[in-house]
């Protein structure tokens, strides 16, 4: 919400500000909890409606000072595809637009992933900087939970608006290869696992070890959103629920229990008003709610199989560094961090990049986290991004850094931000994160292969509390060559071989072989 107060809490005064400086001056977000009748659900258009006026403030007018309006994609939509049960919206930001009064010139429905709040609100400053945009809003919502239970309920809802103009489709675009889909990594839930094992293994740690080790960073997060009015999910877990699998937290693979991954049943929704120092003054915005973006950073990494180390994030350590270079800061000098945790690699591999200790001192979340706060689909960080707002406007002077991630470690998009002033604001160099990650040498992948190869990371996936099946990375040994395999139909053994408490699988031996398009693996010896 923004106030009409003139106080200047920034270091320097705002004349030495360039007018075309972007400044993030609104911050809205919605919760629903509890919801029992059909009459209750909101859909996501009207969740993100209500963030919006929540962030413009309606007593102040500004909806029809809103040039540009961008809705975060739909997690519905994140595939071409997607199959709505109760409708949706032909266009969401002209639906968000007729909700609150405004008529943008540009209507915007966003890129794929959990990234693209963050990079929206990149793309917004620029445009702004530039005098292509005076106002703009970015908002959006999930109501993933309510139309769960409307399923459930049988509850008729419609959801389906027909609406004549046409927005600017950022669209979809596929993560993985034909290749990765044959051998299950093309679900977060598995190819994360891959990665999470993998970070395991280089930290010398068991499964179990891992399992406390995640428990723990979730414990703390959970106390941080039951304190959170916007959290979904404001309940303190502590660290042997979140550890041992149960029927309220059972297992879903090695090394994940239920609650130590994002939450999709939300009902959230959050949105941003960003302007110009030269608008903001003449529409007298008090100058203590506006919060600059520092710096910023947008990359995307390889295929997740051609990535030359499972156990980080290439596209995490350059954005980051981008970001932090370009506001002139350290991460020393940020007080207030924002993780983007859909899975504990996510933050661990975040940590890494940024030299900290996941447990330091400085709290790695401000929402709560996605398993915690709520996994609000591709809007989760515009979450962040508001609430990181909301305390840096109650802390005038300290920093901020949200990061975002988008696909499996794919896509990054990283912000600081600060209420202090930014003198002489300018653009980040085009592609200077994207140029790094280029340089990197990717590996080899294999579309057929018989023969011995060597464990790198593994994922082990459960049906109904049960082992199922499982996918392997493996390295052709003596080679630069990888082989993606997976367990044949009713090998037992194999499966077992994997479980916790046997034999650390990362680093043995396997059997590979090719059939029809797809490889299988089994210990050697079997």
């Known amino acids: 919400m923004m106030a009409t107060a003139t106080t200047n809490t920034t270091s320097m005064t705002t004349s030495e500000v360039s007018l075309n400086t972007p400044v993030l001056i609104g911050f809205g977000q919605v919760v629903?909890?509890?919801?029992?009748?059909?009459?209750?659900?909101?859909?996501?258009?009207?969740?993100?409606?209500?963030?919006?006026?929540?962030?413009?403030?309606?007593?102040?007018?500004?909806?029809?000072?809103?040039?540009?309006?961008?809705?975060?994609?739909s997690m519905i939509d994140n595939r071409a595809e997607g199959q709505h049960p109760f409708g949706t919206s032909n266009n969401p930001p002209l639906s968000v637009a007729n909700r609150i009064g405004a008529k943008p010139d540009r209507l915007i429905y966003g890129h794929v992933g959990g990234q693209s709040p963050q990079q929206l609100v990149n793309e917004m400053a620029e445009a702004i900087y530039a005098g292509d945009s005076q106002m703009a809003l970015i908002c959006g919502a999930e109501a993933t939970g309510a139309m769960k239970m409307a399923l459930r309920n049988q509850?008729?809802?419609?959801?389906?608006?027909?609406?004549?103009?046409?927005?600017?489709?950022k669209g979809v675009k596929r993560l993985t290869t034909d290749l990765e889909r044959a051998h299950h990594i093309n679900y977060p839930i598995h190819t994360y696992a891959l990665f999470e094992n993998a970070w395991r293994y280089k930290h010398s740690l068991t499964v179990e070890q891992h399992q406390a080790l995640m428990a723990q960073m979730i414990a703390s997060f959970s106390q941080v959103a039951a304190n959170n009015p916007y959290a979904q999910f404001p309940i303190a877990r502590d660290q042997d629920f979140l550890k041992t699998p149960s029927?309220?937290?059972?297992?879903?693979?090695?090394?994940?229990?239920?609650?130590?991954?994002?939450?999709?049943?939300?009902?959230?929704?959050?949105a941003v008003l960003m302007t110009s120092v030269g608008k903001a003054k003449s529409l007298g915005i008090a100058e203590d709610q506006w919060v600059y973006l520092h710096g910023y950073a947008d990359a995307e990494d390889s295929h997740v199989s051609q990535r030359p180390d499972l156990s980080g994030s290439n596209a995490i350590k350059a954005t980051t560094q981008h970001a932090l270079a370009m506001a002139d800061k350290t991460v020393e000098d940020i007080a207030l961090l924002d993780l983007y945790s859909c899975f504990p690699i996510a933050v661990l591999a975040a940590c890494d990049a940024l030299g900290?200790?996941?447990?330091?001192?400085?709290?790695?979340?401000?929402?709560?986290?996605?398993?915690?706060?709520?996994g609000a689909g591709n809007n989760y960080s515009l979450h962040a991004i508001a609430e990181m707002?909301?305390?840096?406007?109650?802390?005038?002077?300290?920093?901020?850094?949200?990061?975002?991630?988008?696909?499996?470690?794919?896509?990054?998009?990283?912000?600081?931000?600060?209420?202090?002033?930014?003198?002489?604001?300018?653009?980040?160099?085009?592609d200077s994160a994207q140029q790094a990650l280029d340089q990197q040498q990717t590996v080899e992948v294999l579309s057929h292969y018989n023969g011995e190869?060597?464990?790198?990371?593994?994922?082990?996936?459960?049906?109904?509390?049960?082992?199922?099946?499982?996918?392997?990375?493996?390295?052709v040994e003596n080679t630069q060559q990888r082989v993606l395999a997976k367990v044949a139909s009713g090998d037992a053994q194999t499966l077992a071989s994997l479980l916790p408490r046997q034999p650390e699988p990362i680093g043995r031996k396997v059997t590979i072989a090719s059939e029809d398009k797809q490889c299988f693996f089994c210990f050697a010896g079997h």
């Not at 909101?42 to 963030?51: E, H, K, N, T």
């Not at 008729?156 to 927005?167: A, G, H, K, M, Y």
């Open 32 to 73: 629903k909890r509890d919801i029992s009748t059909a009459e209750q659900v909101l859909s996501p258009v009207a969740l993100a409606s209500q963030a919006a006026l929540q962030a413009i403030d309606k007593e102040q007018e500004l909806a029809s000072q809103i040039d540009t309006l961008a809705v975060v994609r």
């Open 155 to 169: 509850w008729p809802l419609d959801w389906s608006e027909q609406l004549d103009n046409q927005c600017e489709d």
């Open 247 to 270: 029927k309220d937290n059972f297992a879903v693979n090695t090394p994940y229990n239920k609650w130590l991954v994002a939450q999709d049943a939300v009902n959230q929704g959050a």
């Open 356 to 374: 900290i200790d996941w447990q330091g001192e400085k709290p790695l979340t401000i929402t709560g986290g996605l398993p915690c706060f709520g």
């Open 389 to 430: 707002c909301e305390r840096l406007v109650k802390a005038p002077g300290e920093f901020g850094l949200v990061s975002a991630n988008g696909g499996f470690l794919s896509k990054q998009s990283v912000g600081v931000y600060s209420t202090t002033a930014v003198p002489h604001w300018q653009p980040a160099s085009p």
């Open 453 to 475: 190869a060597i464990i790198e990371s593994y994922c082990l996936i459960y049906a109904k509390g049960q082992p199922d099946t499982a996918c392997v990375v493996a390295r």
